[in-house]
């Protein structure tokens, strides 16, 4: 192997710096929008129940996002091809910014009645929802068309995973920031509001440096929106080489979107597990964040050299690996032995093996949006994803009744609720999706 193609962990942030400035400050702006996502969205479930939110409640959460999840991109990649990324970026910034104030202030609004109906404060979680996923989900389309435009067919995984790592850098400091502030504050809900304003704060500072900086005659513009019929020529016209991508991925998201929410909420109260290593104690809502960090630590170690392997092996094994990471964790950190001295040892071990399911991410978005015709990249990417995340729109729900258990109103029936029985039948779907996408699954040529 020549020098050439050594794998260097620091090459993703060289390869960053020399991309064309439009994808420079798209990546700035990743950073800070995920430094506030990670520091806010993976406590958010725990957020809910601290305001009194049933089981239920927190997996409806988790499909809430799923329908704006699969509801935003789509508009969103549409209206970036068409008014160009930076006006579209300013405004879905603006809206994420405020819905960490939502998030923020929801204790304090309190309980509203709505028709002699009384909605708990965690209703307000739900407005917030709407808003702060919209830098998120609205620019998902408008950050590929970016890339794709920037970067040669050759190197798009490498292209997306310089700007993977830059973004997952936050996503490694983000939670250790969230610990620290919520293991030295005695309320968690108290020390979470904390966390929000610190979020709120980087998500305003991220949309005025993105308005102020990105370059917008760099951008190309793509055809006006023709209307709905045009949203389904749109679906109907996907390259055939993502339909297996798209069935194996549906499958293993739906089956990750039914225990995703939940993941806190486990080692917070179902294995109640914290750290203590010498005069270090660190409760379990704090823990989580140090294994969100550990989890990051591993992505960022493990996406370059997996795009490297991309170029020489193809796309497919390393989506391919990821796509099994994402399917086997529930299942392994659900049957984790509680209150044993090596719980948090094997928690840790199992976070740092989930970061693996990042190392194809760079290579699974090269997937999408490599077969795209230029000016089409975020109507591409945004098509995929409509169709994936509408699938998967049910599974946080799902997995709530299954986690927490339920009983249908005006009859004597009632389900017992099992942690257990939910996350295997999670890790079982998600196998089924990475069987699919290994047997039918179709490498892009450039790569080929």
Known sequence: MGESEDVDILDPFRQFFSLRRDVLVL??????????????????????????????VIGLFGSVGNVIGAVYPYPGGRLSDRIGSRVALTLFGLLSSLGFGVWLVAPTL???????????PW???????????????????????IVKQSVPPERL??????TEVFRRTAFLIGPLIAAGIIQYAAD?????????????????????????????????????????????????????????????????RFANGMVYVFFVIVITQFLEVGLDVGPLSLSPAAFFGVLLAIEMLVALVSMPPAARAAERVGLKPVVALGFLVYAV???????????????????????????LRFAGLPAHKALIVGPAERDTGGRVSGSYYLLRNAVVIPSAALGGLIYGGFSVPGTDVSVAGDPVVAFGLASAIGLVGVAYFALFGTEYDAYA
Do not use: C
């Open 329 to 355: 964790f529930p299942v392994l950190l659900i049957n984790v032995p509680a209150d044993t001295p090596l719980t948090a040892p094997l928690v840790v071990v199992l976070f740092a093996f989930s970061g």
């Open 188 to 252: 968690f809900t108290v020390s979470f509001q904390y966390v929000l304003a610190v979020a709120l704060l980087f998500g305003v500072v991220a949309t005025a440096l993105q308005h102020v900086l990105y370059d917008a005659e760099a951008d190309t513009l793509g055809k006006e929106f023709a209307g709905v019929s045009e949203v389904i020529e749109d679906l109907r016209s996907l390259p055939p080489e993502l339909r297996p991508l798209l069935v194996g991925d549906t499958l293993v």
């Open 110 to 120: 309190g309980t509203v009645t709505v028709g002699g109906v009384a909605l708990e």
């Open 123 to 145: 209703i307000w979680i739900f407005v917030g929802l709407f808003l702060a996923q919209a830098w998120k989900s609205f620019g998902l389309g408008a950050t590929f068309a």
């Open 157 to 162: 995984a490498r292209g997306f995973a310089s």
């Open 27 to 56: 990546s700035l702006a990743m950073f800070a929008f995920s430094l506030g996502f990670q520091m806010t969205n993976r406590y958010v479930p725990e957020y809910m129940s601290a305001l009194g939110a049933s089981a239920f």
